[in-house]
């Protein structure tokens, strides 16, 4: 059987939808999903429900861990926070503040705690530097697991980074909100089936609006 990855960018963020929304923010550089970000979330995961999804990861950032947390909602799955697919953040000399692990398990039942982080990035991180960062966590995950399928919820440089590495593509990713990429392992590398795609979106303009190019 051919080992399927999906690749997800978040859902719409808090402060996409709020532009006044950071000015109170207890972490301002750590939004949650919007209202329409959770319903993306949904969407997203009810489109793989008649997918094998074995495992789902995703990044340590609030946003990531709601879309994954109502995206394994849907699937009946637990999710697994590995830094190693966490945001690009080229501009800054150390992570922002997030939710401690205490919060996270606090917050999200469905987080396993077991899970062993397999890179944690080290800034300031160049941009091309975080793109081989997050592909090279994927692929390990991969290599790992060789016989199971899973998500990967994360943020769209990464998502850049991912596709871009595994598939060997040299065009242009544009990657809405809440857009799925389907990589299947072809030998040693990775076939790009499916690219930002938004069909089990309803509101698919909001997606494109915020789509990251890269």
């Known amino acids: 059987m051919t080992q399927l990855i999906w690749v997800v960018r978040h859902g719409n963020r808090e402060d996409f939808h709020n532009r006044e929304w950071s000015k109170t923010a207890a972490r301002p550089y750590d939004p949650g999903l919007s209202p329409d970000g959770a319903d993306q979330a949904r969407e997203a995961g009810k489109s ?44 800054v000399s150390e992570l922002p503040e997030i939710l401690s692990e205490e919060e996270r398990l606090q917050q999200f039942a469905r987080i396993d705690p077991s899970h062993v982080p397999y890179y944690q990035p080290i800034f300031p991180e160049p941009e091309d530097v975080a793109h081989q960062r997050a592909a090279r966590t994927v692929r390990r995950l991969a290599d790992q697991y060789p016989n199971e399928n899973f998500v990967v ?4 440089s990464p998502v850049v980074g991912i596709v871009r ?50």
């Open 48 to 91: 793989l429900i008649n997918k094998r999804v074995d495992r789902i990861y995703a990044s340590p950032y609030l946003r990531t861990i709601q879309t994954a947390s109502h995206i394994a909602d849907v699937l009946g799955q637990s999710i697994r926070l590995e830094p190693g697919i966490g945001e690009c953040l080229p501009n």
């Open 153 to 156: 919820v994360t943020h769209a």
């Open 165 to 214: 590495h595994l598939s060997g593509t040299q065009e242009k990713i544009r990657v809405p909100l809440c857009a799925i990429f389907t990589l299947a392992r072809s030998g040693e590398g990775w076939d790009l089936l499916g690219s930002a795609d938004i069909s089990h979106l309803s509101n698919q303009d909001v997606a494109q609006r915020y789509a990251h190019i890269g």
